[in-house]
């Protein structure tokens, strides 16, 4: 295909300025700057306890590296997976464990590290089967809260940001796979299309 020379391939092909993205709900300086914040609190308030953090796959690994490289005291790391709604933008409100935990953590101080808390079904379900493990605490930490549409109720420990009832992508946010790539958090257009 011919490329006109005011559009360079490079453009054409980029990702960042999808024509579906209405516009940035977040850039990276805020994610970043926000992060930083949570990461002095997180280390003030575990200091001496080696907290877990578990990140959920796939959103949330993303917040979670750029969150512990903002923690400075020690710390230790795993995952899980959790089944919720798929490529849908639409919850089924079921929710199945697909990737356990490698470890114990009875006795452990747990923190959870979720990109985002939607209807809460994921991290009612979760936070409650991880304290029923004996952990020690169980506490979330969640980069969004799209608090209008929760189903139930879930404490979020350390919040980055609340965010309206829009579907949002970027930062590990996906919508059918796609878009985690964002280095910033957007709305789209039109994620039923
Ligand atoms: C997202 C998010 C939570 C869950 C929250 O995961 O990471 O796990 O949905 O939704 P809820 O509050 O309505 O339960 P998703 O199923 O999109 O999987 P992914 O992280 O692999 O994209």
């Known amino acids: 295909m011919a490329i006109s020379s005011a559009q360079s391939s490079a453009e054409i092909n980029s990702e960042f300025n999808n024509p579906n993205i209405a516009r940035t709900l977040f850039s990276e300086e805020q994610i970043r700057e926000r992060i930083k914040i949570l990461g002095a609190e997180i280390a003030a308030d575990y200091a001496g306890l080696n907290p ?27 995952f899980m997976a959790i089944s919720s709604y798929g490529s849908s933008t639409r919850t089924s409100g079921e929710v199945r464990i697909v990737k356990d935990l490698d470890v114990a953590i009875e006795g452990r101080h747990i923190l959870v590290v979720e ?12 936070l409650a089967n991880l304290a029923s493990r004996g952990a020690a605490s169980v506490k979330l930490a969640a980069l969004l809260d799209k608090h209008e549409r929760r189903q139930r109720e879930v404490k979020i420990d350390y919040l980055g940001f609340q ?14 796979e796609r878009y985690r790539n964002l280095p910033f958090i957007a709305v789209l257009k039109n994620p039923e299309a």
């Open 52 to 78: 877990l953090l578990i990140g959920v796959l796939k959103g949330a690994c993303f917040f979670l590296s750029d969150l512990l490289r903002a923690i400075d005291t020690r710390v230790s790391i795993e």
């Open 115 to 126: 990109d985002i808390v939607d209807t809460g079904l994921t991290l009612s379900y979760l």
């Open 163 to 176: 965010i309206p009832d829009e579907f949002v992508v970027g930062y590990g946010l996906d919508f059918a």
